[in-house]
């Protein structure tokens, strides 16, 4: 079955480390995105990408980074310059213009310093 | 203001009864419109789109007023596994990656 595959389930992060949460689909979509959802608010969107190479910033890209170096892959890493990290990170994809059809979610990655 | 809004809840339901509860969306050009329903911990799945016309799928009813910018979701004949948070997602401007998500309403229903 086609999906989305987000790894780890949970993460712990010491302070001052980068971590990596993977984010794998089979769905061939083109777009693929990152938000990030705290408590009691909306999903934000940390960084997309409509294509292989290819990405733009979200609304809250400051402390992160991606790449697509494959259109089934996009990794996100949490820099340490990412001063509040813990939250429950999103990967997403859509067909073309997903935001016509909406899109499809990863299972989620919490991520939590310790 | 919040670009999409909604009333946090909780809306506490009896199993077998209708709640409705809308959605205030800040741009009057926004295109596409969906529900989204998220479990406890999970991630969001997509329950309806909302068409201009309004739509039904099964005992779900979506309705949009752009006059009032709000768009509205209405379960009927209330199960215990309605139970969920439901997200408004709006497409303010039919580009890449620009949905907007509210904070969600929780429902709760109750035997």
């Known amino acids: 079955d086609g999906g989305i595959t987000q790894s780890p389930k949970y993460l712990f992060r010491k302070e001052g480390q980068n971590v990596t949460l993977s984010c794998e689909q089979n769905?061939?979509?083109?777009?693929m995105y990152w938000y990030r959802q705290d408590p009691g608010q909306g999903l934000r969107l940390i960084y997309y990408s409509q294509i292989v190479n290819d990405f733009q910033k979200g609304d809250i890209a400051e402390g992160y980074s991606v790449s697509r170096e494959k259109k089934e892959s996009f990794p996100l890493t949490v820099t340490s310059a990412q001063k509040n990290p813990t939250a429950f990170y999103l990967c997403?994809?859509?067909?073309?213009?997903?935001?016509?059809?909406?899109?499809?979610f990863g299972s989620g990655t919490r991520l939590t310093v310790v | 203001r919040k670009e999409v809004e909604q009333d946090p809840g909780p809306f506490n339901v009896p199993e077998g009864a209708t709640v409705a509860f809308n959605c205030t969306y800040s741009n009057s050009a926004s295109q596409s419109f969906f529900w989204y329903r998220q479990d406890c911990r999970k991630e969001p799945k997509l329950l309806m789109s909302?068409?201009?016309s309004g739509n039904e799928d099964g005992r779900f009813t979506a309705q949009l007023n752009r006059a009032s910018q709000y768009i509205s979701l209405l379960i009927r004949d209330s199960k215990l596994s309605d139970s969920a948070t439901y997200l408004c997602v709006v497409n303010p401007s039919g580009s890449w990656g620009k949905l907007q998500f509210g904070a969600g309403t929780q429902v709760v229903v109750t035997p």
């Open positions: 909302v068409y201009s």
């Open positions: 769905l061939n979509h083109d777009a």
């Open positions: 997403a994809s859509s067909i073309g213009q997903g935001a016509r059809i909406g899109y499809t």
